[in-house]
């Protein structure tokens, strides 16, 4: 039973529509990925794209020439809208599929390892800033007013 297709990248400049047909998709220049983009800078896994909840969603898989959405380089799952730019190592596409009614494009998903437990609840030292010094006392003594 075939898959329903749930979008498409479409590239910008031209050339074959990719059509979106597995919930889960990774893209790279491997024959073994589901989108095999056959160019000399992209990665051998560049990419992974998720359908979730009638959204698409993107994560680099730590390529050498990253992943871009809008001109934006991600760091961790970014959520697509239709029609969003997506820029695999200098390939751009765009993506093309609908959400459904009522759906919300929900925000960045948190990557879990971008923070230490300790920073995420609040426990984390903060650096540091140095004391300044104080001068030392020119005249000798232990400082503080002298009686004249």
């Known amino acids: 039973m075939p898959h329903p297709i749930n979008g498409e990248l479409v590239p910008v400049g031209g050339g074959d ?3 979106l ?5 990774v893209l790279g220049r491997r024959e073994s990925c589901d989108v095999c983009l056959r160019f000399p800078n992209i990665s051998g896994q560049h990419c992974e794209l998720t359908f979730k909840d009638g959204v698409w969603f993107i994560r680099d898989l730590g390529s050498t020439n990253g992943t ?4 934006d380089r991600i760091q961790s799952t970014k959520a697509l809208r239709p029609g969003d730019e997506i820029n695999i190592a200098k390939r751009i596409y765009k993506i093309q599929y609908k959400l459904p009614a009522g759906a919300q494009v929900p925000h960045e998903e948190e ?14 030292r903060q650096p540091r800033s140095p ?3 104080r001068p030392a006392n020119p005249g000798g003594g232990w400082g503080g007013d002298e009686d004249e």
């Open 111 to 124: 990557d879990i390892t971008s923070q230490s437990l300790l920073e995420k609840a609040g426990l984390a």
């Open 21 to 25: 047909v597995r919930p889960k998709l």
């Open 68 to 71: 871009k959405v809008n001109n």
């Open 17 to 19: 529509s990719i059509p």
């Open 131 to 133: 004391q300044p010094r």
